[in-house]
């Protein structure tokens, strides 16, 4: 028993010492990654400072974009009829002749239906100059509707003087504002769509091109549409302010100087 009991004794110092060296090396470890654990945090600080001067940097360069070649801003079309105002001076005609003159005057017969092309009151968005705007309700009824009379209709064309025009321009510039949006913010668009007129397989590329049909317009559109969305989202834009056919209006809220997250 005794022989046994110095044996165990002999093991129960050989446990301590080596118990003793495990605790050094965890000392040591615990040091090592102490250490360690400072420096992440100091890189981590400097990261986030590089962060912030990165992001600092393209805002800055968003806005100047924005203000310089790309401004955008809220345009009122509010223009009165005058058969309205006159409507109005004539005592003699009553409210619903009014209403029922005003409303035909308002639809337009397009591809066998009856289309409202009212935009009275409403508010439009303007990219690079007043001249060149985009209804604020995303309806580009307008452009396919002028595509399908000029297909239908003979004689001289006043194209000059159709709203068509204005609409692919400004979807052009919202197109290559887009794209350039991605690039300064280092974002990839998970639709690709191209604002420059260079020959393809499939033809020229959106918007400034030859006169596309209704269905290539509205597929162009909400390729645009989605990438926008795509850019807000990934600059935590308010949900609440965003909404998925208005073009113009979701570009203004991301670029906003009032956008805190614009650049991260």
């Known amino acids: 028993d005794t022989e046994g009991l110095l044996r165990i004794k002999e093991e129960n110092q050989k446990h301590y010492r080596r118990a003793q060296r495990h605790q050094e090396k965890k000392e040591k470890i615990q040091k090592h990654n102490k250490k360690l654990g400072d420096l992440v945090e100091k890189k981590t600080c400097d990261l986030k400072t590089q962060y912030e001067h990165l992001a600092n940097l393209r805002r800055a360069h968003i806005l100047e974009l ?5 401004p955008m801003e809220e345009v009122k ?14 005592n003699a005609m009553t409210s619903s002749t009014v209403s029922k003159l005003a409303e035909a005057r308002r639809t337009t017969y397009l591809s066998g239906r009856w289309v409202c092309d009212d935009h009275n ?6 990219i690079t100059g ?6 604020n309700n995303g309806d580009y009824s307008a452009y396919y509707s002028w595509v399908e009379e000029k297909k239908t209709t003979q004689g001289p064309d006043m194209e000059h003087n159709n709203p068509a025009h204005t609409i692919s321009a400004a979807l052009c510039y919202a197109t290559q504002l887009v ?9 990839n668009l998970p639709k690709k769509l191209c604002n420059r007129q260079v020959k393809t397989q499939q033809g020229n590329h959106e918007f400034c091109g030859e006169n596309l049909s209704r269905h290539r317009f509205t597929r162009a559109v909400k390729k645009l549409n989605a ?3 795509h850019l807000c989202f990934s600059q935590h ?5 965003l909404h998925p056919l208005h073009t113009l209006r979701n570009l203004m809220y991301l670029v906003s100087p009032d956008t805190e997250n614009l650049g991260r």
Not at 130 to 135: A, D, Q, S, V
Not at 179 to 187: F, Q
Not at 237 to 241: A, E, F, K, P, R
């Open 121 to 126: 009151g409403d508010t439009s968005i303007s």
């Open 227 to 229: 990438n926008i969305l």
């Open 77 to 90: 079309t509010s223009m009165r009829d005058p058969a309205d105002v006159s409507s109005e001076s004539d």
């Open 179 to 187: 794209n350039t949006l991605s690039l300064i913010l280092d974002v």
């Open 130 to 135: 007043p001249w060149i705007i985009l209804p």
């Open 237 to 241: 834009v308010n949900l609440d302010l």
């Open 66 to 70: 924005t203000s310089v070649i790309f």
